[in-house]
T-cell receptor
Framework: KAGVTQTPRYLIKTRGQQVTLSCSPI?????VSWYQQTPGQGLQFLFE???????NKGNFPGRFSGRQFSNSRSEMNVSTLELGDSALYLC????????????FGQGTRLTVV | AQSVTQLGSHVSVSEGALVLLRCNYSSSVPPYLFWYVQYPNQGLQLLLKYTSAATLVKGINGFEAEFKKSETSFHLTKPSAHMSDAAEYFCAVSRGRTGNQFYFGTGTSLTVIP
């Protein structure tokens, strides 16, 4: 079974721009979550989607948004990028159900200049 | 609210020595606890999980963890460290009655000395 695939692996954007990150979950997994990882804040939960609906949301500003498609693939969008948005963004997929393990992709390294 | 605390941001052990990485949780309900490992420039890989079925949980690569309710701990151990174990280790708790929402500890960087 293929793992979680995130594209692209690396991105460089300019402050004020917007960016879209993509995540393809493990086949059969309907839950997709997004996390931001930075040296200062560690791993922080952004949001979770299940069957195209946002099921949980972390404490991030509205500039961070996401969506999930009918095939469970998910995208995350960040608008009006700030320097502090530079981070490793990780996507995780989970089997159906609550509080099950999460399987992570390799992440997208976003650098805002 | 449920959270985890990892004691020791850096741990160094000699190759062949015992690995002990500490994690304490705070929870008002039985927690779902996990240990993940992250290698440089990689995502997180699940080592093991506790879901109340057994207090001693065995994971991949020879790691195991013991859930101790009296100590609110879920420490990760490995009898003999290998060079390939050098990585960042994260303890995590799954929160929320529905869904999969993980809260991670601050991580412990493990160095293995040859």
């Amino acid at each position: 079974k293929a793992g979680v695939t995130q594209t692209p692996r690396y991105l460089i954007k300019t402050r004020g721009q917007q960016v879209t990150l993509s995540c393809s979950p493990i086949s059969g997994h309907r839950s997709v979550s997004w996390y931001q990882q930075t040296p200062g804040q560690g791993l922080q939960f952004l949001f979770e989607y299940f069957s195209e609906t946002q099921r949980n949301k972390g404490n991030f500003p509205g500039r961070f948004s996401g969506r999930q498609f009918s095939n469970s693939r998910s995208e995350m969008n960040v608008s009006t990028l700030e320097l502090g948005d530079s981070a490793l963004y990780l996507c995780a997929s989970s089997p159906q159900g609550a509080r099950t393990e999460a399987f992570f992709g390799q992440g997208t390294r976003l650098t805002v200049v | 609210a449920q959270s985890v605390t990892q004691l020791g941001s850096h741990v160094s052990v000699s190759e062949g020595a015992l690995v002990l990485l500490r994690c304490n949780y705070s929870s008002s309900v039985p927690p779902y606890l996990f240990w993940y490992v992250q290698y440089p420039n990689q995502g997180l890989q699940l080592l093991l999980k506790y879901t109340s079925a057994a207090t001693l949980v065995k994971g991949i690569n020879g790691f195991e963890a013991e859930f101790k309710k009296s100590e609110t701990s879920f420490h990760l151990t490995k009898p003999s460290a290998h060079m390939s174990d050098a990585a960042e280790y994260f303890c995590a708790v799954s929160r929320g009655r529905t869904g999969n929402q993980f809260y991670f500890g601050t991580g412990t960087s493990l160095t293995v000395i040859p």
